[in-house]
């Protein structure tokens, strides 16, 4: 059977920080639209959303600012009613700008400053560091699940270290090559081994979260080119995730991708067959030059997955908000806005 509709929107930092009559606005707000779920940000290893203790040169300068413990403080409001996931985001800029060795080379040899290599994620200190933060939210704070956000590799891991794991799962001695000797970035060995190591990272962050009942949550790209191209060039296959993840929250970002709202419709026809209460759809509010998806858009796509016969959906981020977007979130949701109960994702066993 199955379970009651995901409903969700994302909270970052600055939503998080506002004081708390415009946070008892923003609340009944959601609940008058039926809001299920609602994302809040955790931080990175960088700059936290929360008073990690014996880490306080990583608290975020609203953390340090304010003297509040923003993600407990949003996690007792409001998982009174509504299903609350802690968003961890990978990218770690600060963190790796100290720790030069750590960061992933392009496929051009140039240092990506936002993302670890894959070594260093799956066999390195970074990875070690992040499953520690997974850990320390998982054991100490009343949320319902962790969500892992900018979790791929695709531009990002060319680095010695991680030709090295290349090696030793597909048995060649080198990356696949183009006719100029440049990598192959799209060789379907480079997919294959990159989706095992994020799947293997995954395993362990899943480990953790189900250790203290918490579910995991990780975020994938789609195909653009098609549905079931899945993100497996970034490092999604969505059947090794879920192998360990409870579910997976499907970035259709439209506004960027430059795709029909109607092809939403096609993502949730084919994501069905990994259990209709296995996959959120996100709807990104972004779009291309800076501008915002349209409302009527953003209509079109939600009624377009729910004819795909997958209800789930998740908005973000709330900072592009506006009032016509309200209106929508009203008129889809309609039926169960102001009542609906908070979700409960499916329990899965913990990983042995």
């Avoid at 670890?116 to 799956?122: C, E, Q, R």
């Avoid at 270290?161 to 090559?177: Q, V």
């Avoid at 997955?305 to 998740?314: D, F, I, R, S, T």
Wanted: one cysteine or more; charged letters at 20%; proline letters at 5%.
């Amino acid at each position: 059977m199955a379970q009651s509709s995901v409903r969700a929107v994302s909270l970052d930092l600055t939503d998080m920080v506002q004081p708390s009559d415009a946070m008892d606005r923003l609340e009944q707000r959601m609940r008058d639209v039926g809001v299920t779920m609602v994302a809040l940000s955790a931080g990175r290893l960088d700059w936290t959303g929360f008073r990690w203790s014996g880490h306080e040169e990583r608290w975020s300068a609203g953390v340090r600012e304010s003297g509040r413990d923003l993600l407990m403080e949003g996690a007792q409001r409001l998982g009174r009613w509504a299903h609350v996931s802690a968003v961890v985001d990978v990218f770690a800029p600060r963190y790796l700008q100290k720790r030069p060795s750590l960061r992933a080379l392009d496929a051009a040899g140039r240092p990506i400053p936002y993302h670890a290599s894959t070594h260093a994620l799956v066999n390195g200190p970074f990875g070690d560091e992040l499953i520690l933060m997974i850990a320390h939210i998982a054991r100490h704070y009343p949320v319902d699940s962790i969500t892992l956000t900018e979790l791929f590799y695709y531009q990002e891991g060319y680095g010695a270290d991680d030709l090295a794991l290349y090696r030793e799962y597909s048995g060649r001695r080198d990356w696949p090559r183009t006719a100029d000797g440049s990598i192959d970035v799209d060789h379907a060995t480079i997919a294959a081994w990159r989706s095992v190591m994020v799947a293997q990272f995954v395993a362990r962050a899943a480990r953790v979260a189900h250790s203290y009942s918490k579910q995991l949550f990780v975020d994938v790209r789609v195909g653009w080119d098609s549905p079931a191209s899945e993100g497996r060039r970034s490092g999604h296959d969505y059947r090794l995730l879920l192998q360990h993840a409870d579910r997976l929250v499907l970035w259709n970002y439209i506004g960027l991708s430059g795709a029909a709202p109607e092809y939403t419709a096609s993502i949730a026809q084919y994501v069905r067959r990994y259990g209709v209460d296995r996959i959120i759809i996100s709807y990104g509010l972004w779009a291309k030059r800076g501008a915002v998806l349209s409302a009527e858009a953003l209509q079109q796509a939600m009624i377009a997955g729910q004819e795909g016969n997958l209800p789930h959906a998740w908005i973000t981020p709330l900072s592009l908000m506006q009032e016509e977007h309200w209106q929508t979130l009203a008129t889809v949701w309609r039926g169960s806005a102001g009542c609906a109960p908070a979700i409960t994702p499916p329990r899965r066993a913990p990983d042995r």
